[in-house]
């Protein structure tokens, strides 16, 4: 079974226009969350971790453990936001990669 | 140095030829992972060494052979490989041997076509 969904392969925004990654999780315990971004031609870079609960190039991310969801969010979204977006969960030292979805922000 | 190490970046290997690649880190992460990504999808679990011991092998096919030559290192040997295991392999590797919430650090990956 997927432990991590992200239900949108491609989201395209208009630049300046906020935008929001969705991101759903299965796992009973308690979860380590994380976002990674990939821009074209380089490597996967850690974004976001649910345990910081900070705000890393204008994005935020919330565990809602009700809704099991770890949705990124930015208000304002920029040309250099275009990349592939990854959501993980860790368990142990397994790590749980989403399908990813490929964000475009159109100028 | 806080940076993952990849070499080659690119590597074009037939089908009977033996390859290696190769990690480095020296930011004393105890856990290493090898992971194979293909174009537009999420990186693939290969393999997990914890405290230079093999701890996680997801049914990879024997022509990958991987191996932890000490903490800093992590190899993995190609052989007899097959046009389908073109990919980005990425090596990465995470501060805690044992998981709990250390997040990945992954290398600029090795791109790998076989011909």
């Known amino acids: 079974a997927q432990r991590v969904t992200q239900p949108e392969k491609l989201l395209s925004v208009f630049k300046g226009a906020p935008v929001e990654l969705k991101c759903n999780y299965s796992?009973?315990?308690?979860?380590?969350l994380f976002w990674y971004v990939q821009y074209s031609r380089q490597r996967l870079q850690l974004l976001l971790r649910?345990?910081s609960r900070e705000s890393i190039k204008g994005f935020t991310a919330d565990l809602n453990k009700g809704e099991t969801s770890f949705h990124l969010k930015k208000p304002f979204a920029q040309e250099e936001d275009s990349a592939m977006y990854y959501c993980a969960l860790i368990i142990g030292n397994q790590f749980y990669f989403g399908t990813g979805t490929s964000l475009t922000v159109i100028p | 140095d806080t940076e993952v190490t990849q070499t080659p970046k690119h590597l074009v290997m037939g089908m009977t030829n033996k390859k290696s690649l190769k990690c480095e880190q020296h930011?004393?992460?105890?856990?290493m992972y090898w992971y194979k990504q293909k174009a537009k999808k999420p990186p693939e679990l290969m393999f997990v060494y914890s405290y230079e011991k093999l701890s996680i092998n997801e049914s990879v096919p024997s022509r990958f052979s991987p191996e932890c030559p000490n903490s800093s290192l992590l190899n993995l040997h190609l052989h007899a490989l097959q046009p389908e295991d073109s990919a980005l392999y990425l090596c990465a590797s995470s501060p805690s041997g044992t998981g709990g919430n250390s997040p990945l650090h992954f290398g600029n990956g090795t791109r790998l076509t076989v011909t």
């Open positions: 796992y009973s315990g308690s979860p380590e």
């Open positions: 649910h345990i």
């Open positions: 930011m004393g992460h105890r856990a």
